[in-house]
């Protein structure tokens, strides 16, 4: 089938300010989208530059705005989306060149949630700290987070409030608050509840929406609100 | 830009990240890396990592050795797989205190499953000894190392890419070159030790699970340099790649009860591995699967069979294959608990690599004579515990357990040794590389050669090797290279010049390729993932020996070095 691109462009050694691209090309309904771009920069337009690695959705490089949806380019089919594709880079940050954003806003709010086991107590060697199963399924959803930044840019509260923490940064501190083996979840919860934490989230769903893992973005945060409230 | 560290550790994979992590209070440590940290390809590595903890029924190291060299086709260093096979157990603890989410026994202990080749009692029955985090495992353990870096505050250089390795003349590593892809520039990095974890070489293949990123750089850039690459013949295909996408369906599919069926519904493997039927090691798989094919017994005699994961609990697969199921829907549409899915063998594993020791130390020659301050472990690496075929799982217990080795003996390594002088313009060559692609204008498309590379390499290095093929596709390579000798970059900007970094991989893959082609030509016998039709016994008389590459002005030229054989003397290997 014959798909027509419309791919929003900026280079910042010559251009003032972006503009889209057209283009025009031969492709099956069940290639990626991430297939396609692939193809016009290979056959059509070598500058054509956005971000890619494993191309099955488990790595995170190529999320963006396909026909204005926060999405990865590679989990996302052509047969999906019809004749006309309009591709963007994500919102909120700024853009390097073309899809590809500057990332950095995005991990420095991840490391402020101290997004790592905290936990002093010697296990000894030779054995594992004992979990439950039903203890390790509290927080399963949220270990699939792969950092693509699909939901925090689509977040409206982060494109206005640069000092939001935003979702992904919540989901990490989530997958340590509420593993049994953690003891720092205080200190996280602390960070959560001052201004830059989850009260600035007004439960839009837009997150959850774009999450290409399927992660109850929202609801990982209304928990978060809920432990804050009452404890638990 | 000039920077100085004590260390710098190239690739931010479960290799790279697991030394990283051993210089936690001490050392000034650098990791240079082409992606973000949290995209390297560990993170798509799903099945499990074994390790005889023996949490769900007995299990020993000696166990997992032996199955290591067995499924090795007896190539395995096998003092490195006892290295592997004892040192795997206290790594997955390891990995646990950090935090790694294991899925849980009934009691609370890391919960094991069945995989391919891991066997009890030296093969009497398939034995649970994969710890796994559902079908996530590497995302897991790429997720919690890059954690411990967070935590410890390792220096992370994001989006640089090796372009050049620094040595003295008195051939003593001293550095890295690194090009920003984000700036375009040019950054030295001068270093007491330098560490190798860079991943593999899949991209040489069309269909193959490996991300676009993996184009051998460090096996190229180490190759150029006059340093030789270990049983780069050895490649491994794994059976069940989602049909022509190569998206990898983990073995853990088979390992919870899944079956490959051929045309006639046939659960073939009976016929080629009665004991361990579906769960016989990937290069018999993926062959009994070729041949089932030529025998016309694909799907609708076409060139693909199915996985069948029909007959399993829906619970068992929602809860322990969700990701694979969610490839399965995305990509074909189908639902894996009422639907066959199509697969073909799929370009996986590099077995071959750069050549260390058990320290995980660059070495150069059939005495293992050592490149002072230059390491390397990985899939980059060939230590080597996969020999001429690797187990399931046991990539990731290689990443963590020689990644640990390795940052350790880095550590004392530059507690003992002071920076060796850069020479002047370290970065000269890297340069002239850079300025004369940037310079070329031409209608030769690299984009082109790389495909035309990639469908060579599948139909004549792939699973079935012939002399004629290897001369063919010989001589196709170096028609390639004169193409890509005026390959001219299109985009001609400094800022996130990804026409450029895909121009240099290509030239990357292109020199990963004559080395393994050359290998392949040079082995007249089958072994493991390396299978020539005209030769196709393997022959210990004269074969049970490593392979050794070296790039020279008149082409590659090929050593071996001796294979090392402790408790296991090679049989015969059947399943």
């Known amino acids: 089938m014959e798909v027509q691109f419309r791919i929003e462009r900026f280079n910042p050694d010559q251009d003032t300010r972006p503009w889209f691209g057209e283009y025009t090309l031969e492709v099956e309904p069940t290639d990626r989208v991430l297939d396609a771009l692939n193809e016009i920069k290979w056959k059509q337009d070598g500058t054509l530059t956005f971000r890619r690695s494993c191309a099955h959705g488990v790595c995170g490089s190529d999320a963006m705005r396909i026909n204005g949806r926060n999405r990865l380019a590679c989990k996302e089919l052509i047969r999906d989306y019809g004749d006309k594709i309009t591709i963007e880079p994500m919102l909120g940050y700024r853009v390097i060149k073309d899809l590809v954003v500057d990332m950095e806003d995005f991990f420095d709010s991840y490391r402020t949630l101290q997004p790592y086991l905290v936990n002093d107590e010697n296990p000894g060697a030779g054995r594992e700290r004992l979990q439950s199963p039903e203890d390790r399924e509290v927080f399963d959803d949220t270990t699939k987070c792969i950092m693509c930044g699909a939901c925090t840019t689509a977040c409206p509260i982060t494109w206005t409030n640069k000092d939001f923490l935003g979702p992904a940064a919540i989901v990490n501190a989530h997958r340590f608050i509420y593993d049994s083996r953690d003891k720092g979840a205080n200190e996280r919860l602390e960070v959560l509840n001052s201004k830059s934490g989850v009260w600035r989230c007004r439960t839009i769903f837009n997150c959850t929406e774009a999450c290409p893992r399927g992660i109850e973005v929202t609801r990982a945060i209304e928990q978060v609100k809920r432990t804050l409230l009452t404890g638990e | ?575």
């Not at chain 2, 003349?169 to 974890?197: M, P, R, S, W």
């Not at chain 2, 340093?227 to 022509?244: C, V």
């Not at chain 2, 004549?460 to 890509?484: H, I, N, P």
């Open chain 2, 1 to 575: 830009m000039y920077h100085r560290f004590d260390a710098i550790i190239v690739g931010a994979g479960g290799a790279g990240l697991m030394a990283a992590a051993q210089f936690a209070s001490e050392g000034d440590v650098a990791v240079v890396s082409k992606l973000y940290p949290t995209r390297s390809h560990t993170g798509a590595a799903q099945g499990g990592i074994s390790a005889a903890l023996g949490n769900l029924e007995e299990d020993h190291w000696i166990w997992h050795m032996f199955d290591t060299v067995k499924g090795g086709d007896y190539l395995v260093d096998q003092d490195a797989a006892e290295v592997l096979s004892r040192e795997a157990i206290d790594a997955v603890y390891e990995l646990e205190h950090m935090g790694l989410p294991f899925n849980r026994t009934p009691e609370g202990k890391i919960d094991q499953r069945r995989f391919g080749g891991h066997t009890r009692n030296y093969g009497e029955a398939a034995v649970r000894r994969a710890c796994y985090a559902a079908d996530r495992t590497g995302h897991m353990i790429l997720q919690t190392l890059y954690q411990q870096g967070i935590k410890n505050q390792v220096r992370y250089f994001n989006e640089v890419m090796m372009v050049d390795l620094l040595m003295t003349d008195d051939g003593v590593c001293n550095g890295i070159i690194g090009l920003d892809i984000q700036t375009g520039e040019i950054h030295i990095f001068h270093a007491k030790a330098v560490l190798i974890a860079t991943g593999g070489f899949g991209r040489v293949f069309k269909v193959t699970s490996n991300a676009l990123a993996l184009t051998g750089d460090a096996c190229s850039i180490l190759f150029r340099r006059g340093l030789p690459l270990e049983d780069m013949e050895f490649f491994q295909f794994h059976p069940t790649g989602i049909n022509k996408l190569g998206i990898l369906l983990s073995e853990a599919c088979r390992g919870e009860g899944g079956i490959i069926r051929n045309g006639k519904g046939e659960r073939f493997m009976e016929r080629y591995a009665p004991t361990l039927l579906d769960l016989a090691p990937r290069d018999m798989v993926s062959r009994s699967i070729h041949q089932e094919i030529r025998a016309g017994r694909g799907i609708d005699g076409q060139d693909y069979v199915h996985l069948d994961l029909t007959h399993l609990p829906p619970e068992v697969i929602d809860q322990k294959l969700p990701d694979i199921s969610d490839f399965v829907r995305t990509y074909m549409g189908l639902d894996p608990k009422t639907e066959l899915i199509p697969i073909q063998a799929t370009a996986h594993y590099a077995m071959g690599g750069i050549p260390t020791d058990v320290e995980g130390r660059v070495t150069i020659d059939q005495d293992n004579t050592v490149v002072p301050g230059l390491y390397a472990a990985g899939e980059v690496a060939c230590v080597s515990v996969h020999g001429a075929n690797r187990l399931g799982t046991n990539s990731l217990v290689d990443l963590v357990v020689f990644g640990r080795r390795a940052g350790k003996h880095m550590l004392d390594f530059m507690r003992q040794n002071e920076h060796q002088a850069l020479a002047p313009e370290p970065d000269y060559r890297a340069r002239a590389e850079i300025d004369g692609l940037m310079s070329t204008d031409s209608d030769e498309n690299g984009s082109i050669i790389r495909e035309e590379l990639q469908e060579n390499m599948m139909n004549d290095a792939g699973v079935f090797r012939t002399a004629e093929g290897l001369q063919r596709l010989q001589s196709k390579l170096s028609e390639l290279r004169d193409r890509y000798s005026r390959v001219g970059v299109r985009d001609k900007g400094k800022t996130f010049n990804m026409d450029l970094m895909e121009t240099l991989e290509l030239g990357y893959l292109l020199d990963v390729s004559d080395a393994v082609v050359a290998g392949a030509l040079a082995r007249e016998e089958s072994r493991g993932g390396h299978f020539r039709e005209d030769f196709p016994e393997r022959d210990d008389v004269n074969w049970l020996r490593h392979t050794l590459a070296y790039k020279t002005s008149g082409g590659i030229e090929m050593g071996s070095k001796p294979v090392v054989i402790t408790r296991f003397e090679p049989k015969e290997r059947t399943y």
